[in-house]
């Protein structure tokens, strides 16, 4: 029953990810998410209950259109890919439990946002805004909600913001204001402590990469790095495993 459930929110994960890729085409052109229904770029012609499971017609057609076989970049098909085993991986953590829905819509948010700033370098007023709104809606609406989980939650948001505030400012070449923004949404999301596995994290990892892609010349020293989908996969480590990371770091210092 449990494995049936895994592979059903898999597949429900590859469908939400199709739209997932409508709103990374769409929302950086500011075009509407629901006009025009989804279909070819390239002949207009529109998607049929064949390409409801994306990642099984992409792989049957070859990354081609069913209609007018033009190539369909390959993004799409990760992102489909990527959503079906994030889902399906967060109703094995979660079962039923509230954290599911919160975390799966989180999990959305982050590739969206991810995948716009590897393609564009920009991290959209757009989302962040109305998902800050959300993220505090949710963090008075948790079942085991308090005043005090809310308040942990504004202070996590306050320091994600103000740990970026300074670099964006004394560096505002390598770090936009639209990482600083997200960084105070994440920290809304996984609130304190959390917020600190989340956003340095984030640099760490994105720190690391950047010096592996420097070294293999793949990028220069001077070369921005969008550094959004490394505070993304750090925030999901934090909202999994935040607090045994955190308990974790602190026992070292006990010992
Ligand atoms: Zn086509």
Redesign the pocket.
Known sequence: MEIALTIIFGLLGTAIGSFLNVCIDRLPAGKSLVYPPS???????RLSWLDLFPVFSYLSLRGR??????HIPQRIFWVELGTGILFAFLYWHYKFTPELPVSLFYGCILIVLSVIDLEHGLILNKIVYPVIIIALIINISLPEVSLHNFLLGLLGGAIGFLILFLPALIYSKGMGWGDVKMAGMIGLMTGFPRVFVAVLGGIILGGLIAIILILLRKKSGKDAIPFGPYLAMATTVALLWGDPIIKWYLHLFTM
């Open positions: 279909g070819c770029d390239a002949c207009q012609h259109c069913r209609y007018c076989q033009t």
